[in-house]
């Protein structure tokens, strides 16, 4: 059986120290392994019919017009991420049909977007924006 959003909220709140803005899930992940980086999570979803969908975003920031294409070619070696362009900053993204994802798989693939975004954030924009 598809999880529900109501699912997918109580997984994640049992799972991560989460905060709420409406429908909203905000994570705050820590990297010790990177002199204690940060990288902010959203999760957010829609419902279509019969099917849910969960999205995942993280902000990059500002990726200089040079580096954009070496930024891809990480992107690339990931399984499932994209990059994706709002305005001037860039955010790594995923969207996830919870017909076919299980609540396990939920947490690694928003580890995936958080770390994945914070190292392009490291690699291309420079501080801690996040």
């Given at each position: ?112 977007v958080g770390r994945t ?14």
């Open positions: 059986m598809a999880a529900t959003w109501n699912d997918v909220v109580r997984h994640l709140e049992s799972t991560y120290k989460t905060t709420r803005e409406g429908d909203l899930i905000k994570i705050v992940f820590v990297y010790p392994d990177k002199q204690d980086r940060t990288q902010l999570v959203l999760v957010d979803h829609e419902q279509q019919s019969n099917r849910l969908l969960v999205e995942v975003l993280s902000r990059v920031g500002e990726i200089p017009p040079g580096y954009v294409y070496k930024a891809l070619e990480v992107i690339g070696k990931k399984y499932f991420v994209g990059l994706e362009k709002m305005g001037e900053k860039y955010f790594v993204r995923i969207t996830l049909n919870m017909n076919f994802v299980p609540l396990s798989e939920l947490g690694p693939m928003i580890e995936l975004a914070d190292d392009l954030e490291a690699m291309y924009v420079g501080g801690d924006v996040n």
